[in-house]
């Protein structure tokens, strides 16, 4: 969510070069340069059986973070690290999990929801910590090979562009974590996904299954609910001041569940307007993102702040509420959509 600036970078191909099959160790690479660009290639070891390379953009352009970076695979990652369980679940959910090396679940726990696959892939250190708050030691001790994460995770100060260089390491930051990105995004970075990891055909089952859902939401409220929406206020963290959602993917799951964000005229993802901004606003409904077990403290808060306990929404008690992990686009989005709208529109879904 909290992204940061990174260096505009040149033109970059990275061609990945690692071996076929999941769970085998990694073997160090060679480097070879091209003129007009870098390349780096690894050696692998073994067989690596068929595999049609793929290249995919590090899409630094899209929100004005630097050049974008193009990246050729001509074989399969198997050691995968993942930063919060958003990124983790999209790979738990293709069955990848014999490709990941660790994970951290992050500050947004996703705790509606435990994979089958999830008990066997190693969590680097306790739920509650973000990947940049971990040792570099840690991570590369499980010889990663590609990194999930949001833009800031690949900073100057945490995993940088040429950290990932030096170490072999294919970073990776999800579309959908653009500050305009939709359920198209998403749909995106599980084809991608799957064709770099040679599960195509289970991402396009895993996208239609989605389509599917949010049809039959769409189906459930009618036309009036997109026509007349529930004006939400999203409460994601903070006292002084509230961080909120308001366009991008969060935006996008609310006007699917038949909702606006009470701050959808804010062109970010994320922002964090004032108390009296959020009186001003009057919102039909408050939507509690949790992180870990947070939510009756925050609905607590929202009932004795001195801003908020007279809102129309807290006296009426229409406080919902949704992951924040998935709030921000993962596996189980379309089925947030399904859950906020039968929380907005209890109703529709006897």
């Not at 780096?40 to 070891?45: K, L």
């Not at 090979?145 to 100060?157: R, Y």
């Not at 939709?182 to 089952?205: M, R, S």
């Amino acid at each position: 969510m909290r992204k940061k600036v990174l260096a505009s970078l040149l033109a970059l191909t990275l061609a990945a070069g690692m071996l076929a099959g999941c769970g085998s160790k990694k073997e160090e690479g060679s480097e070879a340069k091209t003129e007009g660009s870098v390349e780096i290639t690894q050696e692998a070891a073994g067989e690596t059986g068929e595999y049609e390379p793929v290249t995919i953009t590090l899409n630094l352009d899209r929100s004005g973070l630097g050049t974008n970076v193009d990246y050729t695979f001509t074989a399969k990652p198997t050691h995968v690290v993942a930063d919060g369980d958003q990124m983790a679940d999209m790979f738990f959910d293709l069955g990848l999990d014999d490709c990941m090396a660790g994970y951290v679940s992050g500050a947004c726990v996703n705790t509606d929801y435990q994979y089958p696959n999830e008990e066997g892939v190693k969590e680097l250190v306790e739920a509650g910590t973000n990947l940049r708050d971990v040792s570099k030691e840690t991570v590369l001790a499980v010889e990663p090979d590609f990194l999930v994460g949001w833009d800031s995770l690949f900073s100057d100060k945490n995993y940088s562009i040429d950290f990932c260089k030096q170490h072999n390491i294919a970073p990776y930051f999800p579309y959908v974590c653009s500050d305009s990105a939709k359920f198209e995004d998403l749909y995106k970075d599980y084809e991608t996904l799957g064709k770099i990891f040679q599960v195509e055909d289970v991402a396009a089952q895993k996208v239609q299954a989605m389509k599917d859902t949010l049809d039959e939401v769409a189906k459930t409220l009618g036309e009036d609910a997109f026509k007349n929406p529930v004006n939400v206020f999203v409460y994601d963290s903070g006292e002084d001041a509230p961080f909120t959602a308001c366009q991008g993917m969060p935006g996008d799951i609310l006007e699917k569940a038949g909702a606006i964000s009470s701050f959808s005229e804010i062109e970010k993802g994320w922002a964090t307007p004032s108390w009296e901004e959020v009186v001003a606003k009057d919102p039909d409904a408050i939507l509690i993102l949790e992180y870990n077990g947070d939510v009756d403290a925050k609905k607590e808060f929202l009932k004795t702040n001195t801003y908020t306990k007279d809102l129309r929404a807290v006296k009426e008690d229409k406080i919902y509420v949704a992951n924040c992990a998935i709030m921000q686009g993962s596996a189980g989005s379309a089925e947030l959509v399904k859950s906020i709208a039968q929380q907005l529109y209890p109703d529709k879904f006897k």
